[in-house]
Every structure is written in C-alpha cells, then in structure tokens.
C-alpha cells in the first residue's frame, strides 16, 4: 500500500485518480472506478472534486 496519495504513471484511465485512491487506500481500482461513475448519477460536486485531486494529486516520479 503506498503511504503518500499520488497519481500512478501505468494503469490509468483518464488522470490516475481513482488508481491513485485505490492504491492509497488498498482498494481495487476497477470499483473505485466503478463507484465514481455511478455516484456520478447522484446530484453532487463528483466531477468537481475529481478535478481538484487531479490538480493536486501529484504525479508519481516513476
């Protein structure tokens, strides 16, 4: 499990949020994912929020 919150480099699908989540978090990417897209269907800051972490997630180095 990675200690910091980063964006992966490998094994993403738009910005790495959601694999960045996931390993933080020893989640599964796939249902991070997953649960991003359907509480997308909920009213709420969802896209909003992804965009903020993509700006303030840094980048993994490797």
């Given at each position: 499990?990675?200690?910091?919150?980063?964006?992966?480099?490998?094994?993403?699908v738009i910005a790495g949020v959601c694999a960045g989540l996931a390993e933080r978090f020893g989640w599964n990417p796939n249902m991070v994912r997953l649960v991003f897209l359907l509480s997308c269907?909920?009213?709420?800051?969802?896209?909003?929020?992804?965009?903020?972490?993509?700006?303030?997630?840094?980048r993994r180095p490797y």
């Open positions: 499990m990675a200690t910091t919150l980063t964006r992966p480099r490998h094994g993403t269907l909920l009213p709420g800051p969802q896209f909003v929020i992804y965009l903020v972490l993509w700006i303030l997630m840094p």
